[in-house]
Nanobody
Framework: QVQLVESGGGLVQAGGSLRLSCEAS????????MGWFRQAPGKEREFVAT????????YYADSTKGRFTISRDNAKKTTYLQMNSLKPEDTAVYYC???????????????????WGQGTQVTVSS
């Protein structure tokens, strides 16, 4: 069983940056694929980025590619989402998620993740 706690959300102006953190407890963190998702008001939760167990392989949604960077520190049991050049449309609750998944490809579907954090609010003002 893995517990995930996100932090780092807040209010930022358009063009600004934020770094989200997701700290895990329980389980073997280095064995989990980690993902970030977000949910804007009135919309379904959507995929943002994912990173495989070693941290070498990453994958991004088209809307975040080039602006967001996912990373992980297995020793600290933490995954990060560095968000640059933020836009008002990035406003959402951001969730991290974890799953043990064999293979090498990215895990992008919400239903494929087993563990979820409680979310952290990111608000980008114009």
């Amino acid at each position: 069983q893995v517990q995930l706690v996100e932090s780092g959300g807040g209010l930022v102006q358009a063009g600004g940056s934020l770094r989200l953190s997701c700290e895990a407890s329980g389980g073997t963190f280095s064995g989990y694929v980690m993902g970030w998702f977000r949910q804007a008001p009135g919309k379904e939760r959507e995929f943002v980025a994912t990173i495989r167990e070693s941290g070498i392989s990453t994958y991004y949604a088209d809307s975040t590619k080039g602006r967001f960077t996912i990373s992980r520190d297995n020793a600290k049991k933490t995954t990060y989402l560095q968000m640059n050049s933020l836009k008002p449309e990035d406003t959402a609750v951001y969730y991290c998620a974890a799953v043990v998944r064999a293979g090498l490809g990215p895990v992008v579907r919400e239903r494929d993740y087993e563990y979820w954090g409680q979310g952290t609010q990111v608000t980008v003002s114009s």
